[in-house]
């Protein structure tokens, strides 16, 4: 379990290959994003962010799924944070973008009173997915593990997260956590909600070619 840090870079080569950038801000910095030849899972706290295509501005939490060679982003303040997940060998054809407040519970129910929302759905069973979780105020969560990383960004809220031998990790808003596959972990929340954005590089549900929202509810076989 990993604390990812302004300026940090992770390198993920087992099963999945992808890269982790994390920009935090102490003042206001605008920059361009270093090229990368793929598909790019940006996920930020009051900041903008601006590719050939979309324009996400103001105070708010996004999340984009990408193809542009090289986006822009500005932070706005000291809670600033962006995360730039460039997925290597992946190349999809559309771009996906999310919006909220940061504050509100999501659509589908989770553990133990959570929710979450999927923010950028897999095109496909298997690619990577985006979440928005809300965790309750005073919320003590079952132990569980996930079969891939989970790189998390903190939008509101103050909580943890209990691991093995005791050890808790401070969740805090603009906090941005790395945690390696199958740890057995627990969200824990005391007096307020948390919400945060979840990467995980695959997924255990999606579209198929024949589990195919349009696919399905098409009808053959009538006669005129």
Known sequence: ??????????????????????????????????????????????????TDTINMGGLQCNALQTNCKSPWAKLHKETSTVVDIRFSGLNLNEESMYV?????????????????????????????VVNYTHFPAKMSQTLHTHPSQRIGLVLNGHGEIELDNHKHFRLEKGSVFFMERNTLHNFITHDEDVTLFVFAPDSGTGPTDEV?????????GQQR
Do not use: C, F
Not at 100 to 128: C, E, K, Q, V
């Open 212 to 220: 195919n929202p349009l696919k399905v509810r098409t009808y053959v």
């Open 100 to 128: 909220t407040d940061g504050l509100t519970t999501g659509n589908l129910s989770y553990m133990d009173g959570g929710t979450n929302s999927n923010a950028i759905s897999p095109p496909r069973a298997g690619l990577p």
């Open 1 to 50: 379990m990993n604390d990812l840090s302004h300026n940090s870079i992770t390198n993920v080569t087992n099963i999945w290959q992808y890269q982790v950038h994390v920009w935090k801000g102490e003042r206001a910095l605008s920059w361009q994003m270093p090229e990368h030849e793929g598909t790019r899972y940006i996920l930020s706290l009051d900041a903008s962010i601006h």
